[in-house]
């Protein structure tokens, strides 16, 4: 027996001999350069992919399998550009033999220079990483055989690999590029440098990351830094970045309002493989002083990803974040050459929105912000529930504080053919007008305290459409408010005093009308909101009337009366000796730069027809003397060119 494990071991030896031997010689004997085409035909026959070895190839067998892969690239599919898909400068590779018969892997440092990779969806859809199958490739028919019992399944087979030790993996100087050309849209990623530490199957190892990024459609570029504790989960198939930290170094476009510098997102973040499902853990966001924190998950990454997400966060500026797009419709050059340029924007008046939000997932989630700045406006809170599936989004309930008021609104968005429709219901009370419209169109023009009710629906494809298309109704009450830059107590007495000879003209602006109550409903159609009932009440007058708002041409038209009342009836009745009179009131102009006026050449026609000729002929000899004969052809005042008109021979 010892004899024979003797021999046994003798054997062994002598084969692990010629394995050592085979390993230092065959590199010397063989030179593998002379088979790169030979080895560059194997390679497309097994991937499909041309692949062209430029550099040389060094191999090296023991005690390391190394291989050192010179200049190489792999071409794209032919109905592609004629650049090469993917290349590399330099490739080093070292596995050591040994543990290789014990299924281990143990390589030293993965070195990868000067790798890039362009990704291409072409206008008709067409991938470029994914090889167009042979349509005249026929997969021959197989022979029907009888059914046969079925054994019960073996025992799993272990792993292929045991174990995996590598010192590291380092790349340097690298670029990666995506380009969909049929929305004009790109991601490019330059001067990628990425280095981990000793890579160890189920045990963490740190990794990092820097690059510069750069997209088109928004037009957005940068630098950002990216680090996490990595762990391969071999048994569960699961890939987790535990503290992983990406720093924004200065990102700036044309989305952003200010340029982004030295802020940060940390999150834990878990892949699982079997289920192609991302979670996102202890999301917490810093970007200019905005805080947003929550957890969220994606299922299903290779269907139409379900999306669960809880949102908390405050101080949010809105306006700070985010900037205006652009549509300029240039096309982007090479972007192995010069950056990239912008081709568009996502949502700009006339430009058709894209709604594929509405189909591209699914959504379920909760948002509760604090302190937010949007427009200028600031909310105090605001809390949403969204859901979106199939076409269709759901913001409901949704409840906002702002401005000593409290809005409550449900929103529906729903994809008909392309179509973008809207309907939202809203009721907002107690909002303060005054602090909000200053805020909101930074004009000091009316004060009060506002309750708003709507039900408007809307559709169309672009932002202009949807004003145009607006059909619903709204109701509108204030109290307690001033309107500022119209005194209309002081314009009626100015027309009293006018119809009486006292002054000579109307001053129609300045000064400031307070009232107890202003309330109007309104009938929406086609973007015009009409209101018959519009109303307002003082101390010392009240108005009745209709108001009409173009809202696409953002212009309104109002004509009202004003009938008076209490302590300002009592002494213009007193000193003017009138009966009731109403006092045509009319408003018109865009909405930023409206006019008020009243119908001064109605009411003085009224009051002075009460009087009778003979007063009408006193009040024209106190206004006119008559000189040269009788004639006065330069009228001095508004009366005098309506009396002229109302007495004839004056």
């Known amino acids: ?50 692949v062209t070895i430029e550099g040389d190839i060094e191999l090296s067998l023991i005690p390391w399998i190394g291989l050192s892969l010179g200049r190489t690239h792999v071409a794209n599919p032919p109905e592609f550009d004629d650049a090469p898909m993917a290349s590399l400068e330099e490739l080093q590779i070292r596995i050591k033999f040994w543990p290789l018969l014990s299924r281990r892997i143990e390589a030293d440092n993965i070195v990868l220079n000067g790798f890039e990779l362009a990704l291409i969806k072409d206008e008709q859809g067409r991938e470029n990483w994914v090889i167009a199958e042979d349509p005249d490739a026929r997969v021959p028919e197989e022979p029907e055989e009888p059914p046969v019992e079925r054994e019960e399944p073996s025992p799993e087979v272990s792993p292929v690999i045991a174990d995996l030790n590598i010192e590291g993996l380092r790349i340097s100087n690298a670029f990666i590029s995506y380009e969909d050309r ?4 790109a991601v490019y990623i330059r001067n990628l440098n990425l280095e981990t530490g000793n890579i160890i199957m189920d045990s963490p190892f740190d990794f990092s990351a820097d690059m510069n990024i750069e997209s088109v459609d928004p037009e957005v570029r940068g630098n950002i830094e990216i680090s996490a504790l990595t762990t391969i989960d071999s048994q569960n198939e699961i890939i987790r970045l535990d503290n992983f930290l990406l720093n924004i170094i200065d990102v700036r476009g044309e989305i952003l309002a200010v340029p982004v510098q030295n802020d940060q997102i940390r999150a834990d973040i878990v892949y699982e493989l079997p289920n192609n499902a991302l979670y996102v853990n202890n999301l917490d966001i810093n970007i200019h002083e905005a805080q947003l924190f929550g957890e969220l998950s994606a299922l299903n990454l290779d269907g139409t990803p379900d999306i669960s997400f809880e949102i908390t966060g405050r101080n949010i500026d809105l306006d700070q974040l985010l900037g205006e797009t652009s549509n300029n419709g240039n096309q982007a050059e090479s972007p192995r050459k010069t950056p990239a340029a912008p081709t568009g924007s996502n949502s700009s008046p006339g430009e058709p929105i894209n709604l594929s939000f509405l189909t591209d997932y699914h959504l379920n989630g909760q948002i509760d912000l604090e302190e937010i700045r949007t427009a200028n406006i600031l909310l105090d809170s605001l809390s949403a529930a969204i859901s979106s599936g199939h076409g269709r989004m759901t913001i409901s309930p949704i409840t906002a504080r702002l401005y000593g008021g409290i809005q409550q609104s449900d929103i529906t968005l729903e994809d008909r053919e392309g179509v973008l429709h809207i309907s939202a219901v809203q009721s907002l009370e107690d909002l303060q007008i005054g602090p909000f419209v200053q805020d909101l169109a930074e004009q000091d023009i009316i004060t009060g305290t506002a309750r708003i009710h709507s039900n408007i629906e809307t559709w169309g494809q672009d932002n202009d459409a949807f004003t145009r298309n607006m059909s619903g109704d709204a109701e509108l009450s204030l109290s307690d408010g001033v309107i500022r830059g119209i005194d209309l107590e002081r314009m009626i007495r100015e027309v009293f005093a006018l119809a009486a000879g006292e002054i000579g003209s109307i001053t129609e602006n300045g000064g400031e009308t307070g009232f107890t109550r202003m309330e109007a409903s309104f009938d929406i159609d086609n973007g015009i909101a009409v209101s018959r009932d519009l109303s307002m009440n003082s101390p010392v007058l009240s108005l009745e009337g209709e108001m009409t708002a173009d809202l696409p041409r953002s212009h309104l038209e109002s004509s009202s009366r004003i009938s008076l009342d209490g302590a300002l009836r009592e002494e213009l009745v007193t000193r003017y000796n009138f009966r009731d009179v109403s006092i045509p009131l009319r408003v018109s102009g865009p909405f ?42 330069d009228p001095s005042n508004d009366v005098e060119g309506l009396l002229r008109k109302m007495i004839p021979g004056r």
């Open 1 to 50: 027996m010892a004899r024979f494990l003797k021999i046994i071991a003798l054997i062994i030896g002598i084969f692990i001999v010629l394995v050592v031997i085979a390993g230092i010689v065959l590199p010397m004997i063989i030179d593998i350069n002379e088979h790169k085409d030979r080895i560059s035909l194997e390679i497309e026959k097994a991937t499909g992919y041309e």
């Open 182 to 185: 049929q929305t004009n849209q």
């Open 592 to 633: 930023d730069d409206l006019r008020f006026g009243l119908d001064s050449d109605t009411l003085i026609r009224s009051l002075i027809q009460e009087r009778g000729e003979e007063e009408l002929r006193k009040l024209m000899d106190r206004l006119l003397p008559s000189d040269n004969n009788g004639q006065n052809d």
